[in-house]
């Protein structure tokens, strides 16, 4: 049985992924929930796609109609450095958190064993080693020829001390419906793994913190173009030789049910923000307008989720 608590300690991770290298990527995500813990975290967040990277600027050779051999090598380098959701990495990471009696979210290109189909997908994992797995309902733009669309694990919620916690990647944010559905099962906390540090975003965080009435918990990466792997193809690494000294900037904060952020924003370095969160604003928030309770209109509005 869950004991409920009127406070989170948080510590969301804006960290650097060890690029292309899955194993160094366990080893870092260990070593950080254990420096959490220590610190007294009892919820610990990492971005998308943390193991093995975000593989930002590479086309992977793909062109309309025709792909290289080149960037055929680049994605199954990414590929080998892919993970399962049931494999020895990710148990190693599900033990940590045991360990530590920690919760832990954590962005992983995902392997399916069967099809061999990559996908963006987030793991949650409970002290008691449960995981609960999720997976990109859409990736975005041209991270469509090298994640697949979810075909399961649509909008998992997991049953935490602090309420109901779910999670969206990303651009997954700005699609309505998908909102709602987490917004439905009633969660307090609502982690947004994702690699975007544009100015709109901050607007983006604020407003779906205050339209569920939710704590937003905005975790960004922050790397550089001196990271990626030097074994790269030649013309992968002329497309990086044209992106910014800083690739992504991060921006990572997070966001009470008010839209206001709690401590601080962190931009253009690696960086823990650790903060105690009051879950009581959560309900309190919702005295006026609870998105899919008092607020709604079930006879004129509803939405159908198909999660088989």
Known sequence: MIIRK???????????????????CVKKTIKLINECAEKGAELIV????????YPYGMTFGFTVGARTSDGRKDWKLYYDNSILADGPEMAEIVKAAKDNKVYVSIGYSEVDPVTATLYNSNMMISPEGEKMNHRKLKPT??????FGDADRDYFPVMDTPWGPMGCLICWESYMPLARVALYQKGISLYISA????????????????IEGHCYFINCDMFFTKDMYPQGLSEPSKAEIAKL????????????DPFGHVVGETIWDKEGIIFAELDMEKVPASRMEHDVCGHYARPDALKL???DR
């Open 6 to 24: 009127s406070t989170c300690k948080i510590a969301v991770i804006q960290g650097a992924p060890v690029m292309f290298d899955k194993d160094a």
């Open 46 to 53: 990492f971005p998308e796609l943390f193991i093995p990277c």
């Open 141 to 146: 733009g041209s991270e469509r020829v090298v």
């Open 194 to 209: 994702n690699t975007n540090d544009n100015a709109e975003w901050q607007d983006t965080v604020r407003h779906i913190a």
């Open 244 to 255: 910014p000294d800083i690739v992504c900037r991060g921006g990572s904060n997070i966001i």
């Open 304 to 306: 159908t989720i198909d």
